[in-house]
């Protein structure tokens, strides 16, 4: 059996974290671990939870000792890997980074643009001081961030901690595509490869290739979305937002075909189609509370003052949860699998600014990603990435240096914005919702 490891799971008040122990049981064998620590800043939201996660442990992983705390000391030290899902302001800042701009004609979006923003700015306080609180007690722990929007995120702790070698920023956008590919193609998710460029949740597949036969299944992937609707491998589950989502892929391939986007990309060439289509009092925050987070609470309230999971189902096969053990897996163990990563450029993309912060293929493994040379990107793209580099390093820059100038050019360099009129307005409503989170001046 592998040497056992030790977990700390930040953000574990997150409705996601119940799919991820369900993974961390799926990959037992694998990755077996002996202690998980939970941690979170917020006992109330993650004492709801408790009770269930700690049956499902209990039942299916004895041996592990399990660990609920607030104390930051305690969830540091000693530990192997910090996996980190938090979001600064919870569900009710969400609601607001996506209601705001719509209220300005402007796309609500989590992750892009202004929303984005306002989003990134409160995550960038919140992971440094959590990088500051880890590196305090522990050296040498990896710390494996899915915090979003995971673009900005990785551009500021670049800045900020620029010798750390054992940050990761991860995002699972990629890897659910991935999956999506396997079912068209009617292959196992595992026996594929992505070729990737582009920055977080800005991005393009430029191949798909098998990895015994190493042949490009590029193409008929290409053709079966001419004709059929895109749709995601898991769409039963999936709410209308995102089903209209993927749908808008088969939109991008009516103008561009040369390479398959990301599904974030609609947020930067159809924005005011999605202003058109969102309500502006009911968002996905809502659409999430309503679904997975109701669900979630739900089974979990039916584990409390319970000794045992009875009857009650264990979540699992979340393409969330399993990426971040496979993840974590693949560097404490040196495997050296495949994965989409977030790493600083510095020559992957040489016609490409060599500090930002790209997303491509690589592996993992127990010195972090390895990433072969991408090559040269077309004008196209580039010229798109060059804007959204630019937007993503004035918004960290504006941050640190709490200068309100520069939000304005960030946010007026955004796609999803580019009035600078309409960022002005935005901005100040933001900065007043956010004003316990940030400052500029
Ligand atoms: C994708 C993205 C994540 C994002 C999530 C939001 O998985 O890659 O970065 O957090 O979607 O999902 P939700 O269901 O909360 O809208
Ligand atoms: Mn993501």
Redesign the pocket.
């Known amino acids: 059996m592998r040497e056992t490891k030790i977990i700390t799971i930040v953000g574990a008040g997150s409705s996601?974290t119940p799919a991820l122990v369900g993974s961390i049981v799926d990959y037992k064998e694998r990755f077996p671990l002996e202690k998980i620590i939970f941690f979170d800043i917020d006992p109330i939201r993650m004492g709801k939870m408790q009770r269930y996660m700690e049956l499902v442990l209990k039942q299916e992983m004895p041996e592990c000792q399990v660990i609920f705390t607030t104390d930051k000391e305690l969830a540091y030290t000693g530990v192997d890997a910090v996996l980190v899902q938090m979001r600064a302001g919870n569900t009710a800042m969400?609601s607001l980074d996506e209601k705001i701009p719509l209220k300005h004609g402007l796309v609500g979006q989590?992750?892009c643009g202004p929303g984005g923003f306002a989003y990134g700015m409160r995550s960038i306080g919140a992971m440094i001081e959590m990088v500051n609180d880890i590196r305090a007690v522990n050296k040498d722990a990896w710390i494996l961030n899915?915090t979003?929007?995971?673009a900005i995120v990785a551009v500021a702790l670049d800045k900020v901690f620029p010798d750390d070698k054992r940050i990761l920023n991860l995002?699972?956008?990629p890897y659910?595509m991935m999956r999506t590919y396997a079912k068209i193609l009617g292959k196992e998710e595992h026996t594929l490869k992505a070729e990737y460029f582009g920055l977080n949740?800005f991005g393009w597949f430029t191949d798909i290739v098998g990895k015994e036969d190493n042949k490009s299944y590029f193409n008929e992937v290409m053709d079966y979305l001419g004709t059929n609707e895109f749709k995601p491998y898991n769409a039963e589950q999936r709410?209308q937002?995102?089903l209209e989502t993927y749908k808008r892929v088969n939109k991008y391939l009516s103008f561009f075909t040369e390479y398959l986007p990301n599904t974030?990309l609609q947020y930067y060439f159809f924005p005011e189609e999605i202003v058109e289509e969102s309500d502006p009092n009911y968002t996905?925050?809502d659409?999430?509370v309503a679904s997975?987070e109701k669900d979630v609470f739900e089974l979990c309230a039916k584990a409390e003052g319970r000794d045992t999971l009875g009857d009650l189902e264990i979540l699992k096969g979340s393409?969330?949860g399993n990426l971040m053990i496979e993840v974590a897996e693949s560097i404490l163990y040196d495997l050296n699998e495949d994965f989409v990563v977030i790493v600083k450029n510095n020559g992957i993309i040489p016609n490409f600014s060599p500090d930002a912060m790209i997303e491509v293929a690589g592996t993992l493994g127990k010195d972090g990603p390895t990433t072969p040379v991408y090559g040269e990107i077309k004008p196209f793209y580039k010229g798109l990435m060059e804007g959204q580099y630019a937007y993503e390093l004035l918004t960290v820059e504006s941050y640190l240096e709490e200068s309100y100038e520069k939000a304005l050019m960030a946010l007026t360099l955004n796609r999803s914005i580019v009035d600078p009129q309409k960022a002005k307005a935005v901005l100040d409503d933001l900065m007043e919702a956010n004003k316990d989170y940030w400052v500029l001046k």
Do not use: I, L, M
Request: charged share 30%.
């Open positions: 996601r969400r989590e992750t899915y979003n929007p995971a995002c699972d956008q659910s949740h709410s937002s995102w974030y996905r925050a659409e999430a997975r393409v969330f």
